[in-house]
Structures are given as C-alpha cells and as structure tokens.
C-alpha cells in the first residue's frame, strides 16, 4: 500500500506497529531514582557481578528502560556472570533487544560481543574489562547507562516541579513569559548520582540573562584594601574559567611605587582556582597618562595561587579587570 497510519482505532496494534509508534521516546534508561541498572557486588569466588533493581523514591523496587520502543523492568536484583579468560575480553553488560524473542523482546546480560544481525540492538550499560589470571575485582569497569528524559516548558522558574518529580536529564525550558527575561535551560540531576532522592537539583545549562559567573570578595588585610571607588576585589568562577575583578591600594594609604612587586590578593587565589602555569595580564593603573611610557599593571597568577602586580608607575590603586584565565 502507498500509506499507512495507526493504532487503527478499537483494533490492537502489531509488535512492529508498537516500536514505530513508541521509537521516537529514545533508548535509555528511565532514572527516578536509586541508581537503576548498577553494576555492583563484583566476586572473586563465584565471578559474578549484581544488576540492580533500583530502590525508587515512592518505595517500589525496580529499575525500567526503553530499547527499540519495547520496555524492560528489572524487579529483583540480577545476577550476571564474568569468567576468568585466557586473552584479553571485554564483557559488555547490555540490555539487548531480539525481535526473535516474542516472549520477552529486551533482555539484561552479559556478552562477549554485540551481534547486530537479525535486528538486534543494545542499550550498553557497562563495560567489563578483564585479562587473564585477573582477580574480578581488579577489572577495569566503565559506566555507560544512557538515560532517557522528556522536554518540559513552562513559563516561569516558580511553576517547575521539585527535580526529584521528574526523570534524571529531563530538560526545562524556562521561557519567562512573565518576566521577558530571555529564556533559560535546565536539567534535572543529582548531585552526586547516589541512591537516596537526596541532592535532587535542577542544573541552569544556558542563562543568557546572566554572564554566569559566581563572585567571592577577597576581604582588606593589613597590607591592601579595597578603595571606596569601584568593584570591591573579587574572583568570579563559571566552570573552569576564572576572573578577577575591582580595585586594590594600599592600606597605608601610599601611592604603589613605579617598578615595585606587590602581593594584590594578599593571600592569593584558592590552590584549586590557579591556572596550570603562570598567566599574565596588563591591568590599569589610576592616574592621567603623561608622556609616551604607559600607566600599567604587569599582574601574575601563578599555578600556587599567588598574585603579584608589578607597576610601570606611581598610582593610588590598580584595577584588577581584565585577569581572566582557566583553572587547572
């Protein structure tokens, strides 16, 4: 026929018919919660490995997935088997879908290989890889677990749900109809991807309505002080770029004398927030420029974190904008 469409109504639809309608859904893993399909509980005396049926927040215990179309729910927790090998092997640990397989199309286990003939297809969850005369224990494991999420709009950041109502990677378009702020991106995740609901957020991935960058003001010490005038001292963070930003004099209240070293941050910036080498940067310094030699700043962040400005001239304060580098 040159057409078809369907559920034709009141009939039942074909395993095929079923897969092409529900195929758009994606393949992954539906995460609730609990830390559904972990690879956990590796033995050196039966060498087997535990699948696990995720403990989800409204209390049931189960872990479900969508592979070709077709659904798949681990109830209890499945043991899988990983023998010794005499060459090197990698196990993969897959739910594999079999259109053979009418009594249950999506299965758990563990292959040798990814047999694509016969329209087979696989959700890959780990990989095991083991050498020969190699403890289980010792086997190198990689974690896979795609998982799938739905994409949600609303008007306004106060009419989305708690993340935990929603599936791990479900993405929100927040598009400030209310507001006319531009519209913004989040994500559904866990902190730390453990298995209690707890650390539950919604992570912005694009907010165009902010520069993104998280500030912490370095407070005077007894040498510097930040001046009345402009942004007080501070390092911003987004991501693992750094910047710093406002003005910095002496709390003596002295000019900064021309070839001079000064420690501008005091105790510098936090080891973790260094770049990997020294970075340098050409920073203003307060003061009308006269004659041809220019009124700058030679400042350096070093990968311990120190902070140092050599001045070309005698100035009130150096502005430190423009330092802008990527941590380690």
Known sequence: MAEQSYPIVEQPMSADQWKSVTLGIGNGIL??????????????????????????????????????????????????????????????????????????????????SLDATQGKNYLHLYNVRRQP????????????????????????EADMP???????????????GRSGDNAVLKMAITGDDAESMNGWFWKTIYDPNSNGFTWEEKADSGTYTNPGSGYTRAIGRRGR???????????????FQAGGSYSV??????????????????????????????????VEVSSDGSVSATVSASATFIDLAGCWWEAK
């Not at 699948?51 to 179309?69: F, H, P, V």
């Not at 795609?146 to 949600?152: E, I, L, N, Y």
């Not at 973790?272 to 700043?297: I, K, M």
């Open 31 to 112: 995460d609730e919660g609990g830390f559904p399909y972990r690879l956990k509980n590796l033995s050196n005396a039966t060498n087997t490995g535990v699948l696990q049926a995720a403990r989800r927040q409204d209390g049931e215990t189960y872990s479900s997935a969508i592979l070709n179309g077709f659904y798949h729910r681990l109830e209890e927790d499945l043991e899988l088997e990983f023998p010794p090998v005499t060459s090197r092997t990698t196990y993969y640990v897959v739910l594999e879908y079999d259109p053979s397989r009418t009594d249950m199309p999506v299965q758990a286990k563990a292959v040798t």
């Open 133 to 156: 005369d190699q403890l289980l224990t010792d086997a190198e494991v990689r974690m896979i677990r795609p998982r799938v999420g739905p994409v949600q709009v609303y008007a306004a």
């Open 162 to 176: 708690q993340a935990h109502k929603s599936l791990w990677g479900t993405l929100a378009i927040v598009h400030n």
């Open 241 to 255: 770029e750094r910047r710093l930003r406002g003005r910095v004099s002496l709390t003596s209240g002295n000019q």
């Open 265 to 298: 941050m005091s105790t510098g910036v936090p080891r973790e927030d260094a770049p990997a080498a020294t970075e340098r940067f050409v920073c203003a310094l307060s003061g009308t420029q006269t004659g041809s030699s220019p009124r700058v700043a030679s």
